[in-house]
Nanobody, 126 residues
């Protein structure tokens, strides 16, 4: 059984940094994309960043470009999200997701992902 477990969330002031981690356990035959999503209260879940595991390409939402960096450590089965220059509007629950099938969805569409973690809360105060 595949599990994704996020950690690293917390409360920081605007301008601060956090690094989220997502550890995968269980066997996945292959992945195409690993991604971070976030959901603020009353809002839709939105794609923040993704990495194409087969070639290493990375993708970011415009709102986080230049501030967030997605990376992975295959040996540790861990996905990371380094978040710098945090803003109050970054406040949300952050979720890790894994895509294991080729389909027509874009990286930022949540329908693409079959595995999700439970989330880790990030709160940024002004």
């Amino acid at each position: 059984q595949v599990q994704l477990v996020e950690s690293g969330g917390g409360s920081v002031q605007a301008g601060g940094s956090l690094k989220l981690s997502c550890v995968r356990s269980g066997y996945i035959y292959s992945t195409y994309y690993m991604a971070w999503f976030r959901q603020a209260p009353g809002k839709e879940r939105e794609g923040v960043a993704a990495i194409y595991t087969r070639a290493g390409g990375t993708y970011y939402a415009d709102s986080v470009k230049g501030r967030f960096t997605i990376s992975r450590d295959n040996a540790k089965n861990t996905l990371y999200l380094q978040m710098n220059s945090l803003k109050p509007e970054d406040t949300a629950m952050y979720y890790c997701a894994a895509d294991t099938s080729a389909d027509g969805y874009r990286w930022y569409e949540k329908q693409k992902y079959g595995y999700w973690g439970q989330g880790t809360q990030v709160t940024v105060s002004s």
